[in-house]
């Protein structure tokens, strides 16, 4: 058992498509802000070695609507969890610039969030993503 838990949230009213790209620019917010997440290469039985996983498992919960997201994003940072945000109009971004560029223009509360990333403490991060149902 873990002593963190890292979860996802993503706005269950998007396109798959874009479901997909948000978890997973949020799973390498993770990766890149803790490498003591990171797991070792996998090999196969033909000695090829290929990328390694994070070492423990990533949770993925959908909010059903904005309020659940702003809900969520406020606990966690109420709790002081480590969060990593993507918002709608990054969708229309081309380049790390222009994502910076673009969350920038914007305060905390007008970020219209259709992504979360938290990680932190299994109780504070439970605490936090109260009422969240998993992702289908």
Known sequence: MH???I????KDDLKSWQKLNVTAFLAS?????FPELHGRHLITASSNKYLPFLKQPVLVYKA???NQMQRVFKRA??????????SSQLFETMTEQDNLDET????DDEQDLVGLVIYGENKKVNKAIDGLKFHD
Do not use: C, M, Q
């Open 3 to 5: 002593d963190n838990k």
């Open 104 to 107: 920038a223009r914007y305060t």
């Open 7 to 10: 979860v996802i949230i993503v």
């Open 29 to 33: 917010a993770i990766a890149i802000e």
């Open 64 to 66: 059903e609507d904005i």
């Open 77 to 86: 940072k109420e709790r002081e969890l480590h969060i990593g945000i993507y």
